[in-house]
């Protein structure tokens, strides 16, 4: 059976707008940041990491800002596309615990073309 | 490279029975496995780390003897779901870290989805 709990939030853009996707993470001891994008019935494929001497790191197309202040973490997809409709999830790691994976809720992504 | 890969990525099974999935590292070798699972619209949720040749290491609440984790090699780990019951059905994740790579990385498998009548 399906166990009750939070939905996932979900955001819609047209595409070829900018997409921000945010994610609040709980442990100020975490060092390590990734942002994977998940489709429908398959396993997280990663996008962008970021350590936590960093505050900010550019891929193709993506941008992950972190705020350790406030441990906030954002991920940007500029041009947004079709195929980029899917699951995001952050997830933060520390290197003193064993490099455990906790992801965060997760946000849903629809592009609209 | 980096391939990892889950058998069954579907099995369907009655109440009661248990059931083996596969993770396997293809072109690598893992230090370290980890399992996951995630329900519908939900996020991954850890359950245990496996390393080669030692107990798992579980989460809170995860119940170790209904979650039987072997790893046995460096290419392979097992999550067995003992005396499956309806609220066991859901999408299970592993990941592996590879050896050599900073202890950050993990590559995830595709899923297995498990539905108990």
């Known amino acids: 059976g399906e166990s009750v709990g939070l939905h996932l939030p979900t955001l819609s853009v047209q595409e070829g707008d900018n997409s921000i996707i945010n994610c609040a993470y709980s442990?100020?001891?975490?060092?390590?940041f990734i942002w994977y994008k998940q489709e429908s019935g398959k396993g997280p494929q990663f996008i962008i990491d970021?350590?936590?001497?960093?505050d900010k790191r550019q891929g193709q197309r993506v941008t992950v800002l972190l705020n350790k202040t406030v441990k906030h973490l954002s991920l940007q997809i500029a041009a947004t596309q079709p195929g980029d409709s899917a699951v995001y999830f952050c997830a933060e790691t520390s290197s003193n615990t064993g490099n455990q994976f906790y992801f965060g809720t997760g946000t849903s992504l629809t592009v609209i073309p | 490279g980096a391939v990892v890969s889950q058998h069954p990525s579907w099995v369907i099974c009655k109440s009661g029975t248990s059931v083996k999935i596969e993770c396997r590292s293809l072109d690598f070798q893992a230090t370290t496995m980890f399992w996951y699972r995630q329900f519908p619209k939900q996020s991954l949720m850890l359950m245990a780390t496996s390393n080669e040749g030692s107990k798992a290491t579980y989460e809170q609440g995860v119940e170790k003897d209904k979650f039987l984790i072997n790893h046995a090699s460096l290419t392979l780990s097992t999550l067995t779901v003992t005396s499956a019951h309806p609220e066991d059905s859901s999408f299970y994740i592993c990941?592996?870290?590879?050896?050599?790579?900073?202890?950050?990385?993990?590559?995830f498998g595709p899923g297995t989805r498990l539905t108990v009548l």
């Open positions: 990941s592996a870290s590879r050896i050599g790579r900073g202890p950050d990385t993990q590559y």
């Open positions: 970021i350590r936590s001497n960093m």
């Open positions: 442990n100020s001891a975490s060092d390590y």
